[in-house]
C-alpha cells in the first residue's frame, strides 16, 4: 500500500508509461535516489500485469491543484481497492500551496536531484554548453514560434494569409484542441500570444543586450522559417542551435525524439547567462525555477501585454526608439528571476504562482525570502 507521500508522486511516476521514461532520464539514478521515500516498481508483478494487458485496470484524471486531503481520502482508496491505478493526466494535478512542507521538500527534491537526464543526453548537452562557453557569453531564446504552437494558440501576428489558413486547419484537425474559432488579433493584445521573432528582436535590443552575444535558439523548426527570423538574425548574427553547433552524426539518435532534443535544449537553457522565454508554457515554468534553485541566475521574464502595446506603438511612429527601449528595460527591471515569494490566491489556485517557477521551499538560502 502507498503511503500518502508515495501518492503525490503521481505527478512524476506515471511518465513511465506515457513519455518513455527512460529514454530521457537515468531510471537507475532515479530509482536509487528515491529509496526509502518511495518504493518504485519496474513492472507490475505478473498477476497484477495480465490483467492490466486485458484492459482490466481503473483509469482517471485526478482533479487539478487537489491538496493532500483529496490523495489520501480518494486517490488512496482507489488504490486499494482496484490495485492498479491508471493516472492518464499528471501535470498541475498536485496543488502549488498550503501542502506539508515534507511534500514540497519532496518535489524539491525529485526536480533537482533524482531526475537527470540519460548519460548521453547529459554528454552531448556539455558538449554544447563547451562549444558556447569556448565562444563567449550566451543568450539562450526560448522562442515558441513552431507551426503546432502557432495553431493551437491561434496566433497569426506576421503571417501571411495563406500561412494563417494553414494553421487554421491544423487547429480544426486536432480534435482535443478545443478552441476552433480564435481572433489572433484580440489575443494578442491580450498578451496571449508568443512573441514574434521581428517583436523579440526589438525587445533584446531594447534592453540592449550586446549585438555580439551569441542567442542560442531553444525550440522545434520556426515557422516561415529564415523570413520570419530575418529581423532577429540581421539584430544579432550569431544566432545558433544545436543543429549548427553539432555535426549531423551527434544528433543521428536524438533526430526524431523530439523529447530528448527539448532535453538539450533544458540542459543549456540551464546553464546560459541569460534566458529569455517567449511564452510561459511548462518548459519555460521549469527552466525559471530550476535557474532560481541555482542561485537566481537572470531569466528576463516579459510581459507579454505591455510589450505588445509598446511595440505596435514603436511601430506606428507614437513612440520614439529612445523612449521605447526605457520603458521596455523600466517594465522589467523587477522582472529577472531574483527571489520572490510565491502569488497565493484564495480558491483560485489556477491564478497563483506555479510552484515549479518558483520553488521556495527548494532555496538552498531561505534568508533571500526572509529578507521581502
Not at 528515491?34 to 507490475?44: A, Q
Not at 526560448?142 to 506576421?158: I, N
Not at 474559432?181 to 508568443?194: E, N, Q
Not at 544545436?242 to 525524439?257: A, G, V, W
Amino acid at each position: 500500500m502507498l503511503t500518502p507521500m508515495a501518492v503525490c508522486l503521481c505527478e512524476y511516476l506515471v511518465c513511465f508509461a506515457f513519455s518513455e521514461f527512460q529514454d530521457i532520464f537515468d531510471v537507475e539514478h532515479f530509482i536509487t535516489s528515491l529509496r526509502g521515500e518511495v518504493r518504485i516498481l519496474r513492472e507490475l508483478p505478473p498477476r497484477m500485469k495480465q490483467r492490466v494487458e486485458v484492459g482490466m485496470f481503473h483509469s482517471m484524471p485526478p482533479i487539478s491543484w487537489s491538496d493532500i486531503s483529496y490523495y489520501h481520502n480518494q486517490i488512496l482508496p482507489l488504490i486499494q481497492k482496484h490495485k492498479v491505478l491508471h493516472l492518464n493526466r499528471t501535470d498541475a494535478r498536485l496543488a502549488n500551496n498550503g501542502l506539508p512542507l515534507d511534500i514540497q521538500k519532496l518535489r524539491c527534491r525529485v526536480n533537482y536531484a533524482s531526475l537527470k537526464f540519460t548519460p548521453q543526453i547529459e554528454e552531448l548537452g556539455r558538449q554544447v554548453i563547451r562549444i558556447l562557453r569556448k565562444n563567449g557569453p550566451f543568450l539562450v531564446l526560448h522562442l515558441r514560434y513552431e507551426m503546432d504552437m502557432l495553431a493551437f494558440s491561434g496566433c497569426t501576428e506576421g503571417c501571411t494569409r495563406e500561412e494563417a489558413d494553414e494553421l487554421t486547419r491544423m487547429r480544426y484537425a486536432y480534435p482535443w484542441w478545443k478552441e476552433k474559432v480564435i481572433d489572433s488579433y484580440v489575443k494578442r493584445k491580450d498578451g496571449f500570444c508568443p512573441l514574434t521573432p521581428e517583436e523579440i528582436a526589438l525587445v533584446l535590443r531594447a534592453l540592449e543586450i550586446d549585438r555580439s552575444m551569441q542567442i542560442y535558439i531553444a525550440a522545434g523548426e520556426i515557422y516561415g522559417g529564415k523570413r520570419r527570423m530575418a529581423s532577429l538574425t540581421s539584430a544579432y548574427p550569431n544566432v545558433v542551435r544545436k543543429e549548427t553547433l553539432l555535426e549531423p552524426s551527434d544528433l543521428r539518435f536524438f533526430q526524431n525524439h523530439s523529447s530528448q532534443m527539448a532535453a538539450l535544449d533544458y540542459l543549456v537553457s540551464l546553464e546560459s547567462d541569460i534566458f529569455v522565454p517567449t511564452y510561459d508554457g511548462n518548459m519555460a515554468k521549469v527552466v525559471e525555477g530550476h535557474r532560481r534553485f541555482m542561485g537566481f541566475k537572470k531569466t528576463i521574464l516579459l510581459d507579454r501585454k505591455i510589450i505588445i502595446d509598446l511595440v505596435d506603438r514603436y511601430k506606428s511612429g507614437s513612440l520614439p526608439w529612445d523612449e521605447f527601449s526605457k520603458l521596455v528595460k523600466s517594465v522589467h527591471a523587477n522582472r529577472m528571476g531574483s527571489a520572490s515569494r510565491r502569488t497565493v490566491i484564495p480558491d483560485k489556485p489556477k491564478e497563483e504562482d506555479y510552484f515549479y517557477a518558483n520553488p521556495q521551499e527548494c532555496l538552498r538560502d531561505p534568508n533571500l525570502l526572509r529578507a521581502l
